[in-house]
């Protein structure tokens, strides 16, 4: 049953906090899907995907509490017209016709927990979820923000394998919070606006799989060997920064939220043929030897029209870089195991 369908007024998109000087005359329709929408991350990302008017059709999924949160962010007066799905049998409704899916459904750390320990719960529902999409959107543009991002973006890619769905260009694991949190670390020690920051991140969504690239960070600044240290650790850190900070209430969500509305926006942006798109994310790559690989990715009408090489590397990183490939390496071969039992 769909539990709400209500048209919205469109407001002008030139008051939209999400447009970032892309020229749109003619905005083609578009369906989002969120999938664990009634969450931490859920509730604030079906907000913030609301407020971006590149959405026409905003679709919410939980296994329970959507028709709730539907029905509030349904008030809001943009463009997208809101419609809440509960529990598995209104799945396929939900994912009909989506453009982007954005999966944050799953359990999040309590203080104590790597993002690992969350696979035995997680995995099951990122390979269920992923089953759906392959019947029901299978040129869906995924998004996984479900962790353990290293496993679980792999365990996408089996499904849809089985499926005989699998696009790589059309599955990512949203790395976007590492981005996020290295642009606003950076800002803070090097004294720059933290507006005209731009630092790449790489590698995966784990630990010191997270290697942010200062070398290549702009605007310049002089930072010492020290500082590098303590805001690459601090990047890699942050999302236990955030775990321990909430107690055992949960992890970051305010904050996913944003990156995720940061990069299915770019998403989108990519399939309407906006240019020079370009965000990092956790793809199929052939950049390092490893299968799945976070770097730049630029984005277009079909997903990832490229993925970006490394760049030059310092010393520091080009170390931090070998000594993530075991790790990343085995969390890729977790996944890819668990989704062919
Ligand atoms: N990629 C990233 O950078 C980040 C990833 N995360 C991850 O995002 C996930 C969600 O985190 P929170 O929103 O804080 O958790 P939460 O527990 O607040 O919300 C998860 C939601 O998923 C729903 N859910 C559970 N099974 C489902 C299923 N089969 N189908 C649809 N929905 C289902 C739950 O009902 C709940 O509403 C966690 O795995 C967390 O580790 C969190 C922060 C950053
Ligand atoms: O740390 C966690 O468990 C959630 C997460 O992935 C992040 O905040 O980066």
């Known amino acids: 049953m769909m539990l709400r369908s209500i048209k919205s007024l469109a407001t002008s998109p030139s008051s939209h906090i999400l447009r970032r000087g892309y020229a749109s005359e003619a905005v083609p329709d578009r369906k989002v899907a969120v999938l664990g929408a009634a969450g931490g991350i859920g509730q604030p990302l079906a907000l913030l995907m609301k407020l971006n008017p590149l959405v026409s059709s905003l679709a919410l999924y939980d296994i329970a509490n959507t028709p709730g949160v539907a029905a509030d962010v349904s008030h809001i007066n943009t463009r997208s017209e809101v419609s809440g799905y509960s529990g598995e049998a209104e799945l396929g409704k939900a994912l009909e016709g989506a453009d982007v899916v954005i999966i944050p459904a799953g359990v999040p750390r309590k203080p104590g927990m790597t993002r690992d320990d969350l696979f035995n719960i997680n995995a099951g529902i990122v390979k269920g979820l992923c089953q759906a999409i392959a019947k029901y959107c299978p040129h869906a543009l995924v998004n996984m923000i479900s962790n353990p991002v290293n496993s679980t973006v792999p365990i996408a890619a089996e499904v849809f394998k089985k499926a005989g769905t699998y696009d790589p260009k059309r599955l990512f694991g949203v790395t976007t919070l590492d981005v996020v949190r290295a642009k606003t670390f950076y800002a803070g020690k090097a004294k720059v606006p933290v507006a005209e920051v731009n630092v790449p991140v790489v590698g995966g969504h784990a630990g010191i799989t997270i290697l942010p690239l200062f ?61 020079d798109v370009v965000e990092c994310s956790y793809v199929q790559s052939t950049i390092t030897e490893l299968p799945f690989f976070a770097s730049k990715v630029r984005l277009g009408k079909n997903g990832v029209e490229e993925v970006l090489g490394l ?3 310092s010393d520091y990183e080009k170390e931090g870089l070998e000594k993530l490939k075991p790790e990343l390496q085995s969390s890729i071969e977790k996944g890819i195991k668990f989704a062919n039992q």
Do not use: H
């Open 311 to 313: 760049g030059p590397l």
């Open 215 to 275: 070398s290549q960070a702009t605007p310049k600044a002089n930072l010492s060997d020290a500082e590098i240290t303590a805001l690459t650790k601090r990047t890699q850190d942050g999302g236990t920064e955030v775990v321990e900070a909430k107690a055992g209430k949960g992890s970051a969500t305010l904050s996913m939220a944003y990156a995720g509305a940061i990069f299915a926006d770019a998403c989108l942006k990519g399939l309407n043929g906006a240019p």
